[in-house]
Structure formats: structure tokens, C-alpha cells
């Protein structure tokens, strides 16, 4: 099975300008490149679909290029947008870029080889250009009546409008792709299928003023079996940067995956083999309740982003959490994002420490102190998985995990957090 075979099995190709003489280029190792504007401090999961698509490339034997836009991030992409994007400060800006610059790195295999990793910055080309320059040898390629055709301009148009500043990212983008064609011989590059339009007026721009050619492949915009946007939770986007979203979180944003996605996700961003995949599936049918595929896809996934020994740190966590597993040996870095989305209160260091059941009550887990009394009663009281037996019990200060943390539970699965401030 070839390259495109594969992306197309996991689900991957949505769009491309000519496949067969794509295929034909790719039994020899190419150049391609992929776009992030740095649109927030750190990438998401939803980022992840394109970036993972890249290293494929990589594996494959091809040259990726990994683009970080720090001049189209300052401009801003209508595509997907039904207003306009808030412009951000240069210090901002340049802020962001360093940080996903790190971050988009941390993918690809930058080791001596025909093939290792190149990160630019389209500052470095854009910035040297005058206003009258790019306008004359730029912009007179381009025809308005066919950027206005374009799906992300006429959404706009359609919702009520774009500035003339957003309405030039796609020639942005587009003189990108042509100066990665004259450095690097750039001759592919890969996008998001909202980025359809911003591709192919780069290669005819390519074809306008270098005489040459080039390739579009697109990769679909994924969502979830319920309609649901991929990569959102009540809490936000699911970010890759560990102190915007929690290694403990990650890991349970994917292990929390409906199990009419789990297959597909693992397709879309596993790098397991075929066979490893189908054998996942067959076992998810045959025994939904084990959930190996959700495991399989959140300790691929979080070793991948945030290493494997973070990985083994929150899964031992997840497991403590719910009495399998000693919470004192957790850190208490991993034991601070466990326990962050919790129902929780707080006691102070120079006070006397309540009760649980009094703490249960403050957490909201119950709804009264009477509830809670009843729990204790009936046996389904703990303090850091130790069972309870008295009403009147009160954590001491030594109770508290790495002196600030104090795990409530609630029977088998409801967990409350206490934290000494």
C-alpha cells in the first residue's frame, strides 16, 4: 500500500489537484510543506490532524517543511470564520510564533539525513517586501472576480462582509507557497480542506511567475459521530502546551472517546499498523466494555505530545484516583492536573480543617451535610482511598498529599478534591 493508499484508508485525502501525477511525484523523495499561524499560544488537537499527516510524509522519506506564519498571523485567515479575527500585538505575535515553532518541532525528525525537517518563519520573506513591491509583482497575478469565487472569502461575503485585510491572506498564502517553491523546491503543500482555495491560487501563482508546477493535497476537517467539534470540551480546546491542558487531561480527553469515534480517531492519528488497528476494532466489537482501543489511543496519543513517562505518571494516577493504585507516590505536578477538573474547595493552612462530610458538602458533590452523614454510614466515605467510619472525622494537615492536596471519594466513582492554601 502506497502513501496516498494508506492516508485514504485512515480516512486522511479529501481533496487533491491531479492524484494520479501527485503518486507519480512521490516515488521520489519531494519537498511539502504545511501553514500554522500562530492564532494562540500553543497548537491544538484539532492541529494535530495535518501535523501527524506531515510526519507521515517524513517516514515515507520525504522533506517536510513546517511553516509557522508569523506574518500571516498577524493578518489573519477568514477561512472557517463568520466575523473578523482580533488582531493581535507584533510582541504578541512573535511570542506565539516562538512557542509553536517548539512545538510543531517536537513532530518531525530533524536529524543529518536526505530528508530532515526544516521550521521557517514567512516574516523572514514578507517583511523585506515594500507595499508598492508586493502590489506590482505580487498582487497583479491575482483576479479579484476569482478570489471573490473562493469559499472562504464568499462565506464572508455572505455573513456580512471582509476587510481588505483579510481578504489579502490568500495572497499571503499564497506568495508563501511560492517562495518555498524557490528556496526549497517546494512542491506539495498540505492543508486543511477549508484551505483549498488558499492552495491552489499558491500553484497558480507558481505557474504564473516561475513557469513551474506544483501539487494541493487536502486533509478533511474531522468531527465528531455527534456533530460535536473535534478537539472541544465544556473546558475549551484540548491544547497540546501541558500548562493550558494537563497531561492528566489529555490523556482523558481521548480515553473519554465515544466509542463511535475511537476507530476513526485511532486511524486519523494513531501510527500503528493497519493490522494493529484492525485488531482493535475487532476486539472493540466484540467487547466494547474493556475499552483497549480507548487505552490504545490515549497512551499513543499523550506519549506522542507529552512522552512516555508522563504518560505512565497520569495513567498511574487515573488508576489511583479510584483506589487502584498509592496516591503519595504520585508528584505533585501529576496529581495537580488529576485533580484540576474536580469539584473541589479549599481550607486554609492557619485554620482548623472541617469535616469531611462538611468538605464533601462545600465540593457540591452532595447536596447536603445530611447526604453526606448518610454516605459515611453507609460505608462510602474515603480520604486519599482510606475508608471512613466516623461523622465526625477531620483530615489533620498531614493528610494532605504533597502538603496541599486531600482526595474525597464518594463510593466507586465520585471524586471531590480539598486543597490547603
Not at 108 to 130: M, Q
Request: glycine share 8%; proline share 3%.
Amino acid at each position: 500500500m502506497n502513501l496516498l493508499e494508506d492516508l485514504r484508508w485512515r480516512g486522511l485525502l479529501a481533496q487533491s489537484t491531479d492524484e494520479a501525477a501527485l503518486l507519480e511525484s512521490l516515488k521520489k523523495p519531494i519537498t511539502l510543506y504545511v501553514g500554522f499561524d500562530p492564532t494562540a499560544p500553543s497548537l491544538h488537537v484539532g492541529n494535530l490532524v495535518v501535523l501527524l499527516v506531515l510526519r507521515r510524509f517524513q517516514l515515507a522519506g520525504h522533506t517536510p517543511i513546517a511553516l509557522v506564519g508569523g506574518a500571516t498571523g498577524l493578518v489573519g485567515d477568514p477561512s472557517g470564520k463568520n466575523e473578523e479575527r482580533t488582531l493581535n500585538s507584533t510582541e504578541i505575535v512573535e511570542g506565539w510564533v516562538s512557542r509553536i515553532r517548539a512545538q510543531v518541532s517536537a513532530f518531525l525528525d530533524f536529524s543529518e539525513g536526505k530528508n530532515k525537517a526544516i521550521v521557517v518563519n514567512n516574516l523572514d520573506w514578507t517583511s523585506p517586501l515594500s507595499a508598492i513591491e508586493f502590489l506590482r509583482d505580487i498582487g497583479k497575478h491575482f483576479s479579484v472576480n476569482q478570489m471573490l469565487s473562493k469559499d472562504s472569502v464568499s462565506a464572508r461575503l455572505e455573513a456580512g462582509g471582509i476587510s481588505y485585510t483579510e481578504f489579502s491572506y490568500q495572497v499571503l498564502q499564497s506568495y508563501d507557497f511560492l517562495e518555498l517553491y524557490r528556496r526549497n523546491n517546494c512542491t506539495l503543500q498540505l492543508g486543511g480542506s477549508d484551505q483549498w482555495g488558499n492552495i491552489v491560487a499558491g500553484l497558480d501563482l507558481i505557474r504564473r511567475v516561475e513557469a513551474g508546477s506544483g501539487h494541493a493535497l487536502t486533509v478533511p476537517l474531522l468531527t465528531k459521530a455527534d456533530g460535536t467539534k473535534f478537539g472541544k470540551t465544556a473546558g475549551g480546546s484540548v491544547w497540546l502546551d501541558p500548562a493550558m491542558t494537563s497531561p492528566y487531561a489529555f490523556f482523558q480527553y481521548w480515553l473519554n472517546t465515544d466509542d463511535k469515534d475511537v476507530i476513526n480517531f485511532l486511524k486519523v492519528f494513531s501510527f500503528k499498523s493497519h493490522e494493529e488497528i484492525t485488531a482493535l476494532e475487532n476486539t472493540h466489537k466484540e467487547n466494547p466494555g474493556l475499552r483497549e482501543a480507548h487505552r490504545a489511543l490515549a497512551r499513543e496519543l499523550t506519549a506522542l505530545v507529552h512522552s512516555q513517562a508522563t504518560t505512565d505518571r497520569v495513567e498511574a494516577a487515573a488508576k489511583a484516583l479510584f483506589g487502584q493504585g498509592d496516591l503519595t507516590e504520585l508528584d505533585e505536578e501529576t496529581l495537580a492536573g488529576a485533580l484540576a477538573e474536580l469539584p473541589r474547595t479549599t481550607v486554609s493552612k492557619n485554620g482548623a480543617i472541617p469535616t469531611w462530610v462538611d468538605l464533601l458538602a462545600a465540593t457540591g458533590v452532595v447536596d447536603s451535610k445530611s447526604a453526606a452523614r448518610r454516605i459515611v454510614k453507609e460505608g462510602g466515605a474515603y480520604l486519599n482511598n482510606e475508608k471512613i467510619s466516623g461523622e465526625d472525622f477531620a483530615p489533620q494537615k498531614s493528610d494532605f498529599l504533597c502538603g496541599k492536596y486531600a482526595v474525597l471519594r464518594k463510593g466507586k466513582r465520585d471524586l471531590a478534591a480539598v486543597e490547603l492554601i
